[in-house]
């Protein structure tokens, strides 16, 4: 469901929340290395996501990535979001254009359920589950 920019996405903004809670910046290369992603792929990302103000970024030599508190108080559901669009949450199960409420398709109530369920499930983790979360719960973030 998640596409793969969104899932590395999703999983660099999580490590960098933990990391944030030390007041740390962290590298693209530390983050890349930590979730197992391209390099310059999760730079690209984590670019887009800083200019939509999802996170702090610095440059130089002491740069990086950083959530604050405040930043941190958006939820996985934004982050989705703003990477995919709102099709994940909002869009018909078979990608019908016709597909509506007046002129359902055939899964559309099924779909629609499970979807708003997932919209609920993402819309209730904010970052800052993670980023105060206790240190010795950080989730392991490379993918099998």
Wanted: with cysteine; charged share 25%; glycine share 8%.
């Amino acid at each position: 469901m998640l596409s793969k920019t969104c899932e590395y996405a999703l999983r660099a903004m999580i490590y960098v929340a933990q990391q944030s809670k030390y007041g740390t910046m962290v590298t693209t290369k530390e983050i890349s290395e930590k979730i197992n992603s391209p390099e310059l792929f999760i730079a690209k990302i984590l670019q887009q996501l800083s200019k939509q103000g999802f996170l702090h970024s610095t440059k130089g030599r002491y740069g990086g990535f950083s959530i604050s508190e405040m930043e941190a108080r958006s939820s996985l559901a934004d982050i989705v979001e703003a990477i995919d669009g709102d099709k994940m949450f909002h869009g018909c199960g078979l990608g019908l254009a016709f597909c509506s409420e007046t002129n359902p398709c055939p899964i559309h109530n099924e779909y629609k359920e499970a979807r708003d369920k997932l919209y609920e499930i993402y819309g209730k983790v904010t970052l800052n589950k993670f980023r105060n979360g206790d240190s010795d719960n950080e989730l392991q973030l490379k993918r099998n």
